[in-house]
């Protein structure tokens, strides 16, 4: 695969640095997280739209309404109620969530393919279709998101590293890094 122009880079690394503060801001569920994601999400949307990974643009175009989403449910419930607490899923919903999202994946891989993506079109769906289940978990609190976003780390990981997006492929190995040190903090603040 050819190397990304200069143009591309920049937007990649500075999407890089937004991503790492707001990923830092998470794990001490600070409100920056949320724009510091959106600052991410648009210079991310435009390095992948150029490598044609027309599944991760649908997904930061999501996200981009999830974080969002966010910022509101983070500043009105600090006004007017207690800080919500990091909680757990019940299994069943766990087990449905995979199912249902797994189901969606093999379905938006399909669509993304038929559509003409040549790269990642199964990865790509799916963890398209993973990172919005796991930011909406992460809006919520739950302590699931955590592994959700190791799998998803890794999975990037891979597909960043073929199409010689380095900056992209070295903040997967920082997210996972960071996504353990989100499970253990955020498990120590969660009740049994």
């Known amino acids: 695969m050819p190397l990304p122009s ?12 937004c991503s790492l503060v707001s ?5 001490k569920q600070h409100l920056s997280a949320r724009f ?14 150029s490598e044609a990974l027309y599944g991760s643009c649908l997904l930061v175009m999501l996200m981009i309404g999830l974080h969002s989403y966010g910022i509101y449910v983070w500043v009105w419930v600090t006004h007017t109620q207690p800080k919500p607490a990091i909680t757990r899923l019940k299994k069943k919903i766990c087990y449905g969530m995979v199912t249902i999202g797994s189901l969606a ?3 938006l891989s399909f669509v993304l393919s038929y559509l003409g993506q040549k790269n990642f079109s199964t990865l790509d769906g799916w963890n398209a279709i993973f990172s919005l289940i796991a930011t909406w978990l992460l809006v919520q609190k739950k302590l699931e998101t ?3 976003w190791i799998f998803i780390s890794i ?7 073929k199409l010689n997006l380095y900056g992209f492929a070295l903040l997967q190995i920082v997210y996972l890094v960071l996504n353990l040190w989100g499970n253990y903090t955020w498990r120590k603040a969660t009740p049994n």
């Open 36 to 49: 510091f994601a959106l600052f991410s999400s648009f210079f991310s949307l435009y390095v992948l739209y």
């Open 6 to 17: 200069p143009s591309i880079r920049l937007m990649e690394y500075i999407s890089v640095v």
């Open 23 to 27: 990923l830092y801001a998470d794990i």
């Open 105 to 107: 994946a093999y379905l």
């Open 146 to 148: 955590w592994i959700l």
């Open 155 to 161: 999975s990037y990981f891979f597909i960043f590293l």
